[in-house]
């Protein structure tokens, strides 16, 4: 079984800049997608980005291309978000989560692919 523990959300004025980090541990030998979704009071929870097992394929909703990189760190079991250019509208509760196995750029968003979760990291960026 997998463990996720995500880390690096803040308080942030907008333009700030932030990176999260998601650190896997337990059963990580399987080869593993990992997505970063977040959630914001109200509204449902929304795919951010994603990297697959595949070559390390890479996708981003629309609103965060060219702000937001993913990147894996395999020997850290360590998966990052680099935020820049926040905005008011980023505000939300960051989860990273797994999916065993390649995801496609279309795939990785579908958020029921996804079996195992953090408990989440706050981001709050004011303007």
């Known amino acids: 079984q997998v463990q996720l523990a995500e880390s690096g959300g803040g308080s942030v004025q907008t333009g700030g800049s932030l990176r999260l980090a998601c650190v896997a541990s337990g059963r990580t030998h399987s080869p593993m997608s990992v997505a970063w979704f977040r959630q914001a009071p109200g509204k449902e929870r929304e795919f951010v980005a994603g990297?697959?097992?595949?070559?390390?394929?890479?996708g981003y909703r629309d609103s965060v291309k060219g702000r937001f990189t993913i990147s894996r760190d395999n020997a850290a079991n360590t998966v990052y978000l680099e935020m820049i250019k926040l905005e008011p509208e980023d505000t939300a509760l960051y989860y990273c989560?797994?999916?065993?196995?390649?995801?496609?750029?279309?795939?990785?968003?579908?958020?029921?692919?996804?079996?195992?979760w953090g408990q989440g990291t706050q981001v709050t960026v004011s303007s």
């Open positions: 990297i697959s097992s595949l070559r390390g394929a890479t």
């Open positions: 989560a797994t999916a065993v196995g390649a995801t496609t750029t279309t795939s990785m968003r579908v958020i029921k692919l996804y079996n195992t």
